[in-house]
């Protein structure tokens, strides 16, 4: 049996049962994609369970508030997908008459859509024969076929979708692509892949040249960028004062407490004497509590963040015009980052 047959073979025998595989209509398919693109698939079917329920086509999707979106959103980071989702179901409205487009050419002129999102959506729905390349794929046939070649450099992915598109069953190319992204997933893992009951094995170029911890090549990734974040938690009356993230920078429009950024780990009787805090909140403010620092990793940023909670007797004149109070019920309706909400959760 050849590579693509072998591959389908593991897949009918040991496929998961997820709730996306059981439709065509390339709306839900494009909902699950762009979801699991933020997660495992264990984090991520509660998600792509929500929006479905909740936008059940891509009409209603299109008429909900970005606010709704982001609040179902809220928890997968990544947050512009979650604004862009909202884009493209407006431009399909549009320019689609509400029909979700299934062809790989048209998929990939939707806004957050790119090759691999656009090539499982037309092969799911559609069958058509364009190859998936995921993580998964790099990784099994850059073992399979005992490939080096970094697959995070153009030369990589160009000779990995090449290749990949060889492979392809073209009669089967939905199920084909489904196999080989599971058999990554769950046969040939990241660490401690399963070949010893794995059907490639005698021909498994990494197995039989014990190179399975080497392959696949990656080059090194971005450096990481350390920032410090100071929240200022001002509660009144069972209220806390947010604003909405309005700039450029991680986490657009999610609200936040008030932030003092500064350039290293900096004590909060410090933040509270400086310029930044003082103009914002006067000069005569009674520290209430400083919680732990806590960590939050972003892909290539690390934030360092310092909660300080302080007494409500602040010059409420001076205070930024677009920050506001909200109590329980109004935080449950606005999205908010991880870090914030988890925050709240614990403390309030
Ligand atoms: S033999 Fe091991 S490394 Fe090779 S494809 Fe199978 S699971 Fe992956």
Redesign the pocket.
Known sequence: MNFSGEIINWYQLHKRDLPWRNTTDPYIIWLSEIIMQQTRVEQGTPYFNRFAETFPTVSDFASATEDEILKLWQGLGYYSRGRNMHHTAQMVMEEHAGYFPNKYSELLKLKGVGEYTAAAISSFSNNEAQAVVDGNVFR?LS??FGIDTPINTGAGKKLFTVLANELMDKNQAGTYNQAVMEFGSL??KPVN???SV?P??SS?Q??QQSR?QELPVKLKAKKVRNRFFNYIVLKREDQFLIHKLQSNDIWQNLHQFPLIETEFATDASNIIQSENFTSQFGNKIILKKVHQPVKHLLSHQKLHAQFIEIEPNVDYKSIPKNYFFAGEQVLKELAQPKLIFEFLKKFF
Request: contains cysteine; positive net charge; charged residues 5%.
């Open positions: 099994l073992r399979y046969q040939c892949p399963n070949c794995c490639l094995i498994c990494a197995y399975i």
